[in-house]
Every structure is written in C-alpha cells, then in structure tokens.
C-alpha cells in the first residue's frame, strides 16, 4: 500500500516559518503531480499548493499565496512546502498527496495521502 510521509511540522510563533517535508518510501514520486492541502478542526480540507511531475509548474492557493513556496527533488524523492510569514489562523494538519492527471487543488484529484503533520502558529 502506498503511503506518502509528511514531515516537519511542529510549533511555530506567529511570523516564523517551517519547511514541510513529503516522501515515499518504496514508492516513486517523480511520476505524479503533488498537492499540499492541510485541515483545520471542523473544517474542511483545504487545497493550498501543487506542482507538476516535472517541477515546472506550481499553483497555490490565494490563502498562501506569497508566503508558501511548493518544490520538488525527484531525485531524492521529496517534495517541499517552504512556509513564511506563518499566521495562526495557518494551524492545521498538513497534508501531501499523489495524483496522476494533472496538477489540483481539489483532493478529489489525488489517489495517494499522507497521514498529516501538525502545523501549530501560536505565541
């Protein structure tokens, strides 16, 4: 079963700023497209970035929009979510997935998910 892995969450001060982490072991993720979503307590999921197989397009959501910064190292097959300026209203659970189409920001799209790493701004 494939399993994408998050990493790299934790707790942050407003402002700050964390690098976000998504591999698979076992599992090549040079072939699919990647979304980072992330979800909030009673909310729902939310689409925030995306990056095409070949790491020459990227899309992101108007919420993070100059403050996150989505790549990709397919040769050690990780992708990254550089985040800056990080609000409290960015805590979450943060996501990466997998999917083969073309690149989104709606879940629907992606086939494969991590288990999430938890996002926390907080002074």
């Known amino acids: 079963q494939v399993q994408l892995v998050e990493s790299g969450g934790g707790l942050v001060q407003p402002g700050g700023s964390l690098r976000l982490s998504c591999s698979a072991p076992g599992f090549t993720l040079e072939y699919y497209h990647i979304g980072w979503f992330r979800q909030a307590p009673g909310e729902e999921r939310e689409g925030l970035s995306c990056?095409?197989?070949?790491?020459?397009?990227?899309y992101y959501a108007d919420s993070v929009k100059g403050r996150f910064t989505v790549s990709r190292d397919n040769a050690k097959n990780t992708v990254y979510l550089q985040m800056i300026s990080l609000k409290p209203e960015d805590t979450a659970v943060y996501y990466c997935?997998?999917?083969?189409?073309?690149?989104?920001?709606?879940?629907?799209?992606?086939?494969?998910w991590g288990r999430g790493t938890q996002v926390t701004v907080s002074s």
């Open positions: 990056i095409n197989d070949v790491g020459d397009s990227t």
């Open positions: 997935a997998a999917g083969g189409l073309h690149p989104s920001l709606e879940p629907y799209e992606y086939h494969y």
